[in-house]
């Protein structure tokens, strides 16, 4: 252990840190079959994951996440690998850890950890006390391996959120947390960024950072940002881990359509908007990083773009948020939930949709 934590040092010492891009769409051009456990690659193709890590690390990121998103039992069981979560996790960080400590420069590891895939009391069967204890168990693997932060990412429900947050908070690690805001402005199960400043204010223990990951896009990404820095002020650090481009179901599989130009523009709106922390998920090359980080050193912060702004040069906003980013957060107002998007939800069945992340899940 290092005396000072690495991701806070960065934080402490930089105007924003440059997180990675995708896991799960790059492993599937590495070989991963839809229906694989990306985790059972940390075992059985380390190699393949460390030359991900090392060609975000190349292309400039300060922070690389773990193959560990499906980490947890409960998405190991669907592939019969629940007794493999301390293996899987602790294999997940010291192949990210090893490729890290030899970057010759500070690069952060974030233990990802991503939903259950099951749906939490009171409307499902899973309980608050066996969520948290499964959350602990996976982050207490990452710490094993070797992470520097517990990296909760593609939440939706509050449920859930608190659970993980108390179970990766369990091991004394900086702890953030991004929700997936999808649907029409809001997460699946209905929480605005408004919402979630509430929450953020209740979790133990606090957040080190905490934001936005996947969606549906660049403009929705920036608006959503817009609006949880608004809600929150600018003391939280705000993580922006948007999808590249719209996910299209094209010819049986998802495509993104974002170009590097296209998430060049999406980093600097993302930072002027509030963020901090600003990386890529779902379609997020290597290729697009490189051109986010050569945006982001050439540009200096300025001030929060107007709406219009964001929508002509990234895309449409959906109507929720919208309104939100007028300051309306009633869904009488118009920020309801339901979604006026193509949400591009291809590749998961209906009951691991709360496990959302095209990108992370194969399953
Ligand atoms: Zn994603």
Redesign the pocket.
Known sequence: MTTTNRFTHLLATRPWLLADG?T??NLFDMGLMSGDAPELWNTEHPDRIAKLHQSFVDAGADIILTNSFGGTQYRLKLHRAQDRVAELNTAAARIAREVADKSGRTVVVAGSIGPTGEIMEPIGPLTKELAQAAFAEQARALAAGGADVLWIE?MSSREEVEAAVAGAGSVGLPVVCTL?FDTNGRSMMGISPSDFSEIEKTLSPRLAACGS???VGASEMVACIHNLSAAMGPDVVLVA?G?CGIPQYVDGSIVYNGTPELMSVYAKMALDSGARIIGG???TSPKHLRAMKDALDAHTKGKTPELEEVVSALGEISTGARAQWGGEQSRAGGAAAGANLNRGRGRRSGGAAAAG????SAS
């Open positions: 995708a799960g769409s593609t997936s990951n996947c969606g881990k999808n998920c779902c379609g992340d095209a990108d992370k």
